[in-house]
């Protein structure tokens, strides 16, 4: 049976995650800085078949769309160095037939670097800055000496190049989720979004140019010039694939369906009204269920407490030129 809310360490993670990863009065306390778009997704016959959930029978449906930098703190540059990119964020929150709203959020990094609750406090602690480097290396070997599998996604994130653009970036679900027919059949899927563009990134040589926070004026100039996709992949197990621990990927060659395009086509106008919306990777509907994945239900959680502190608070700080605009 999944924990309840009032068992998962909510106001600890909050409390780790204000204390070592430069979280601001007013904002997320995590994908701080961020840009809403809009525009719609259109689901395969392929996904219709696996599914009757409403955003997957066919017709366009509208959507809201949250491209973001991960950090904590809103100030915090896109890349972590000319060469490492930082993680990214994509929220989607789908406009039902029914008036009903459906939600999921991934992010570019294959898989997440906690299995449980208690593993995300302690790897969100090891961000705090120790002396003049972050994170703290001690913090980090410590614990991945008692989480050896969480090792290639933490060598993946190290490695990661930064973005050229939201456009250019696949962003991976990373949670096991089921998809339920009309006959009440049940498939687990993972789902990732793969940009139409393709994907890219920026060399050293080019970092240079560009400001410390590029990708929401890119993705601004992007949108000027055109429409902005992604297709909807489904990934499918085996039997030897876990589907409650987020932090392994399934292997690359398993087998794969693609499920829609995400078309995004407008920056929405008021950002400081669309920057209170919630995306919730706990946001089923009828045709889609979660997962025993623990991080699912504590994730909801945090983002539950995040916005009620945030919407209490003033901004201490002036927000980001985006925030404004």
Known sequence: MAANNQELPVLPAIQVMEESTGTKAGYRRAH?????????????????ALTVAEHFQGAAVPVQIRLSNAAGNPFAPDRQSSSTGRALGLGVRFGLPSGAVASWAAVNIPAFPART???????????????????NPFKII???????QVLPTIKAIAKMKPARSFGC??????HTYFLVSGKADRQAIRYAWLPRAGIDSVPPSESGDLPPQYLLEEM???LS?????????FQFPEAS????????????ERQTILAGTL????????????DGLVFDPTGVVPGLEMSDDPLLRFRSAVYSESYRRRSQETPGEAPPPDLDQ
Do not use: C, H, M
């Open 220 to 222: 601004r100039q992007r």
């Open 117 to 135: 609750p208690e593993d995300f406090l302690r790897i969100t602690a090891a961000q705090k800055p120790f002396l003049s480097l972050q994170p």
């Open 32 to 48: 701080a800085r961020g840009l809403v778009v809009r525009g719609t997704f259109q689901a395969t016959p392929a996904a219709a």
């Open 169 to 174: 970036t696949r962003f991976n679900g990373i």
């Open 225 to 233: 010039r055109g429409p902005v996709q992604w297709d909807l992949q």
């Open 263 to 274: 078309t995004v086509t407008a920056v929405e106008p008021d950002q400081k009204a669309a």
């Open 142 to 148: 410590a614990y991945l000496l008692t989480r050896p």
């Open 241 to 252: 694939d876990s589907l409650v621990d987020a932090s392994r990927a399934w292997p690359a």
